[in-house]
């Protein structure tokens, strides 16, 4: 089955750099479109970026400049490199496959605090 | 970018009745040369990552109870749940994947 893991969240003082992961399983890898979504506390779902199966990437206004997705197709992991982070970067991230977001893992808190 | 609105932003539906949820796109999400609408509906339940019910608009996800359907073209687009149960409580989402931006919608808070 499908399960997708993230890590690497945590509390992180302002300006400072931050490294997810996304774990993948039970599907090839290589072959999906992957992306990140942030959820803020309290608040709704945003779109951070995606890479396609290509590599084609594109990022939100919010973190581009700032955030890098990459993803190593041999050991089936997506990562997303935050840098110059903020307060408003705060929020529970999300890796999912698919364009259509089909499969979700479960997240990994990031805190942006001085 | 397309920006997504949902309506309304909270409903509360009696046990065994009918929720509708609205989500407007700014501009069409459907893509002619393939004649597929790039809408997607999620269900998101507290503590819990978001789950996704339909897909190209009016495509159920397997295992998602056919009380879910969804419906629309263009850009006004429908979550109609029937039949409705106490854990289909949940804030539910709607999501463009047509173009990027990807989007999504503010969400529907439904309570049973």
């Known amino acids: 089955q499908v399960q997708l893991v993230e890590s690497g969240g945590g509390l992180v003082k302002p300006g400072g750099s931050l490294r997810l992961s996304c774990a993948a399983s039970?599907?090839?890898?290589?072959?999906?479109?992957m992306s990140w979504i942030r959820q803020a506390p309290g608040k709704g779902l945003e779109w951070v970026s995606y890479i396609s199966s290509s590599g084609g990437i594109f990022y939100a206004d919010s973190v581009k400049g700032r955030f890098i997705i990459s993803r190593d197709n041999a050991k089936n992991s997506l990562f997303l490199q935050m840098n110059s982070l903020r307060a408003e970067d705060t929020a529970v991230y999300y890796c999912?496959?698919?364009?259509?977001?089909?499969?979700w893992g479960q997240g990994t808190l990031v805190t942006v605090s001085p | 970018d397309i920006v997504m609105t949902q309506s309304p932003d909270s409903l509360a539906v009696s046990l065994g009745a009918r929720a509708t949820i609205n989500c407007k796109s700014s501009?069409?999400?459907?893509?002619?040369?393939?004649?597929?609408?790039?809408l997607g509906w999620y269900q998101q339940k507290p503590g819990q990552p978001p789950k996704l019910l339909i897909y190209w608009a009016s495509t159920r996800q397997s295992g998602v109870p056919d009380r879910f359907s969804g419906s629309g073209s263009g850009t006004d687009f429908t979550l109609t749940i029937s039949g409705l149960q106490a854990e289909d409580a949940a804030v539910y989402y709607c999501?463009?994947?047509?173009?990027?931006?990807?989007?999504f919608g503010q969400g529907t808070k439904l309570e049973i």
């Open positions: 999501q463009q994947y047509y173009s990027s931006p990807r989007s």
């Open positions: 039970g599907f090839t890898f290589s072959d999906y479109y």
């Open positions: 501009q069409s999400v459907l893509y002619s040369s393939n004649n597929k609408t790039y």
């Open positions: 999912a496959r698919d364009s259509s977001l089909a499969y």
